[in-house]
């Protein structure tokens, strides 16, 4: 479980984030929705460390990770696996290589065991036998499913992903979200995507925290997000058609079942 306590961040007298507290919890997926520019990815670097806040704190169950001694933050970031927006994958380095890297640095590991390792999150993203094959020979999908594999390479107790979906196409989107959901389900990991792609919230979103101008307004389910009373949350969610069109079935059904009971 990791939880935020009142995080403030602001760049050249800009705030970008306003008092952010909340809980993300332990095996599930938890959304950080919000449209570009609203702090969801400097939140985001705010709690592995990458950013520090200019008020709050962050802790990693029950420690406490901001400002505290540089060995127990180190301790904390060899549990952090991350996924990031583009893949970030060394185009100079092999699929096992790229997997390896951080095996390299963060565990003490004999080579052999290194190789175990690397196969067996192949394996578990679904591409066996791509251990030689370059980043330039792989699809969008490949690639994120590489970033993931070595994300969990150091058996990671948190695993943080930016965007995973950017510019894939819907298929290939949904089975990154599901892949995503089903390591931190079975590894009993704390997830934290950082998203606006609605079908995320709707297919994987266990807790979701939406994010406006830098403040939370609010905090829940996707069962709940779609029955609001918060005016700027909404307007995200039916922004297209699509959206609007599923409210209104959902509603008609509701009245349909509220007039036969």
């Known amino acids: 479980m990791i939880e935020i306590h009142n995080i403030h961040k602001s760049f050249n007298g800009k705030k970008v984030l306003d008092g952010v507290s909340g809980v993300f919890e332990t095996g599930k997926t938890n959304l950080l929705l919000g449209a570009s520019g609203t702090g969801k990815s400097v939140l985001l670097k ?3 460390g990458l950013v520090k806040p200019d008020l709050g704190s962050v802790t990693f169950d029950g420690t406490y990770f901001t400002n505290n001694k540089l060995d127990i933050r180190q301790e904390i970031r060899r549990k952090i696996g991350m996924l990031f927006q ?4 060394f185009d100079s380095m092999t699929v096992e290589e790229n997997i390896e890297f951080p095996l390299k640095m963060l565990a003490d590991m004999p080579r052999d ?18 251990n030689k094959k370059m980043p330039s020979e792989l699809s969008g999908g ?8 070595r994300a969990i390479a ?3 107790t948190y695993l943080f992903c930016d965007e995973p979906n950017s510019g894939l196409d819907p298929l290939t989107a949904i089975k990154i979200d599901e892949l995503i959901a089903e390591i931190t389900e079975e590894y009993g990991i704390t997830t934290i ?8 919230v709707i297919e994987i979103g266990d807790k979701i925290m939406f994010l406006y101008q830098g403040k939370k307004l609010w905090e829940g389910t996707n069962d709940e997000i779609m029955d609001t ?3 700027k949350l909404n307007e995200f969610i039916f922004a297209n ?9 959902d509603d008609d059904e509701e009245n349909e079942r509220l007039l036969q009971g």
């Open 193 to 200: 995507i950082v998203t606006h792609d609605m079908n995320s």
């Open 46 to 48: 705010c709690i592995v």
């Open 241 to 249: 058609r699509l959206m609007r069109d599923a409210k209104k079935v």
């Open 154 to 156: 150091p058996n990671c």
């Open 229 to 231: 009373d918060v005016p």
């Open 142 to 149: 490949m690639k994120k499913r590489v970033g993931i594999a």
């Open 113 to 130: 065991e290194r190789k175990d390792r690397v196969n067996f999150c192949l394996k578990r993203v679904g591409l066996e036998n791509a």
């Open 86 to 89: 583009g893949s970030a994958l």
